[in-house]
């Protein structure tokens, strides 16, 4: 079983920036896809970034449209962690965040694809 725990979440002014980090324990991390998720009430989940999930290509990450040119994906598999660096936070950015992992989730992040959830911590973008 895969453990995974999001923090960095919190109230950003609009045009700020916030990293949330998810870090992974309960085996070994180095060999799962993880990918990045949002949801606000009442709409489904939405796929945002995932890492290590295409042909290795575009330096073997994906971004949606709606975040590319602003948010970052990495990973230091020493800390068993990923990062997302949200950049140039916009309104619409709000949501919960969740991290995700499974070994074979790949393409554009799906939620039937992943197998191990977070409990998702909370962005919110406000003047």
């Known amino acids: 079983q895969l453990h995974l725990v999001e923090s960095g979440g919190g109230l950003v002014q609009p045009g700020g920036s916030l990293r949330l980090s998810c870090e992974a324990s309960?085996?070994?991390?180095?060999?799962?896809?993880i990918g990045w998720f949002r949801q606000v009430p009442g709409k489904e989940r939405e796929g945002v970034s995932c890492?290590?999930?295409?042909?290795?290509?575009?330096?073997?990450?994906y971004y949606s449209d709606s975040v590319k040119g602003r948010f970052t994906i990495s990973r230091d598999n020493a800390k068993n962690t990923v990062y997302l660096q949200m950049n140039n936070l916009k309104p619409e950015d709000t949501a919960v965040y969740y991290c995700?992992?499974?070994?074979?989730?790949?393409?554009?992040?799906?939620?039937?694809?992943?197998?191990?959830w977070g409990q998702g911590t909370q962005v919110t973008v406000s003047s």
């Open positions: 995700a992992a499974d070994l074979a989730a790949y393409g554009a992040p799906v939620v039937w694809n992943y197998d191990f």
């Open positions: 309960g085996r070994s991390f180095v060999d799962y896809v």
């Open positions: 890492i290590n999930c295409t042909d290795g290509s575009d330096g073997d990450t």
